[in-house]
């Protein structure tokens, strides 16, 4: 990509498009197409055929997608399905019509099975059953991910997926309902301080094992693999380590300055025994994660504490 290339990076204000787009801007891109919901739905076909037929982008990160943790997953299954094929069809489509020459579709690692080997490669997808609780987002991702490999063996063009692991910081969902463990637990353990709470309750058991990567990291990863010109098998972008719930919270009350007990409701799901990816393929193309877990909380709370007011939570 050169300063001027065309780069469209679909869903630019959440967590992944954010430091993507800063990421392009700190290495001096300065033709970047970004659109708010608002001003192009991409869940509506004529609105993203009109704009690609129009822009013509040369290189599109799709980050766009209806995300969420378990609670949401668990209660709205048909949108997690239904919204994010929209997406997925709609961009990678009207990408292949009007030419464009790298596309970056961002999978997830809860595509592969629910009892995967562990850690988990990129050749484990589609090998068994999927964690029932978020399986209709997977099937969606995974619909994603085989379209790309579609275009490009059909057609020759150079779409790419990457499997990113679990996410946080900057621009993320700290609802308590809506949003991914990490996030949720700097909201609950920062509000149970300020309330001068004695406990803070953790869903599940705190025994499963995740693994987490700052943003920043991840926007780097991306556009690192995207300057990779005929570079289009799948990879998973992660930092090859996990940490189990339990410790995780520990760790969050000790950077939120929480002094109270941990208790953990057995009565909610664990989702996923183990969620941990391999990331030889990433590494051997020369790319490793700088961030470690404590930096990365660390940061996400302070930006946590300078935007609260303006968060809806």
Not at 97 to 109: I, P, T, Y
Not at 277 to 300: F, M, P
Request: proline content about 4%; glycine content about 8%; hydrophobic content about 40%.
């Amino acid at each position: 990509m050169e300063a001027d290339t065309k780069i469209y990076v679909a869903g630019h204000r959440g967590l992944v498009g954010a430091a993507i787009v800063e990421r392009l801007k700190k290495s001096g891109f300065t033709n970047l197409l970004l659109r708010t919901h608002g001003e192009l739905d991409l869940i509506n076909r004529d609105q993203v055929e009109g704009f690609f037929n129009s822009e013509k982008p040369d290189y599109v990160f799709l980050a766009a997608a209806r995300v969420g943790g378990i609670h949401a997953n668990n209660t709205y299954p048909v949108d997690f399905i239904v919204d994010n094929l929209a997406i997925e069809l709609n961009v990678i489509s009207a990408a292949y019509a009007n030419h464009v020459k790298r596309l970056m579709f961002l999978g997830s690692s809860c595509i592969y099975p629910k009892l995967c080997p562990q850690p988990m490669k990129e050749e484990y997808l589609l090998t068994g059953s999927l964690e029932p609780t978020n399986e209709p987002y997977a099937v969606a991702k995974i619909a994603g991910i085989k379209m790309c490999e579609a275009y490009n063996r059909q057609y020759g063009t150079e779409f790419i997926s990457v499997m990113p692991t679990n996410l946080y910081g900057p621009n993320d969902n700290f609802d308590l309902q809506n949003s991914h463990v990490l996030p949720a637990l700097i909201r609950k353990f920062h509000d149970a301080k300020e309330r001068g709470d004695e406990k803070v309750v953790v869903w599940g058991t705190g025994t499963p094992r995740r693994e987490f990567l700052y943003v920043d990291d991840m926007a780097d990863a991306c556009v690192y693999v995207m300057n990779k010109s005929g570079f289009t098998d799948r990879v998973n972008i992660g930092v090859g380590d996990d940490i189990s719930i339990g410790e995780l919270a520990e760790l969050v009350g000790e950077v939120v300055g929480y002094h109270g007990r941990l208790e953990f409701d057995t009565s909610k799901p664990d989702g996923t025994p183990q969620k941990l990816l391999d990331v030889g393929r990433l590494t051997s193309l020369g790319w490793q994660a700088e961030t470690s877990l404590k930096d990365g909380i660390q940061r996400t709370y302070q930006w946590f504490l300078e935007n609260r007011a303006h968060l809806r939570i």
